[in-house]
């Protein structure tokens, strides 16, 4: 099993910038890909960015050129770092770790961009 916990969203001005975080623990060996998801109010889940065990990323068109996703070395810990801010950017992010026997979902983090 592996558990997520996500942190580091907030409220920020249109423009501002944000890193979230998302640490992993338990059998991060099997894990295949993670990933960054946004669910706004009324609308559908969506996913933001992921990164795969080798290191391939993939963005969604809204997000490419202003976030980018990374991880630590240990690769325990995956980060979403959000420039140029838009207010459309709201939601509830969550992380996710995807295996090949399943995935793990975190409680979410809220980010408020303002106008």
């Known amino acids: 099993q592996v558990q997520v916990v996500e942190s580091g969203g907030g409220l920020v001005q249109a423009g501002g910038s944000l890193r979230l975080s998302c640490a992993a623990s338990g059998s991060i060996f099997s894990v295949i890909v993670m990933g960054w998801y946004r669910q706004a109010p009324g609308k559908q889940r969506e996913l933001v960015a992921q990164?795969?065990?080798?290191?391939?990323?993939k963005y969604a068109d809204s997000v490419k050129g202003r976030f980018t996703i990374s991880r630590a070395n240990a690769k325990d810990t995956v980060y979403l770092q959000m420039n140029s801010l838009k207010p459309e950017d709201t939601a509830v992010y969550y992380c996710?770790?995807?295996?090949?026997?399943?995935?793990?979902w975190g409680q979410g983090t809220q980010v408020t961009v303002s106008s």
């Open positions: 996710k770790s995807s295996r090949a026997d399943g995935s793990t």
């Open positions: 990164i795969s065990r080798g290191g391939d990323t």
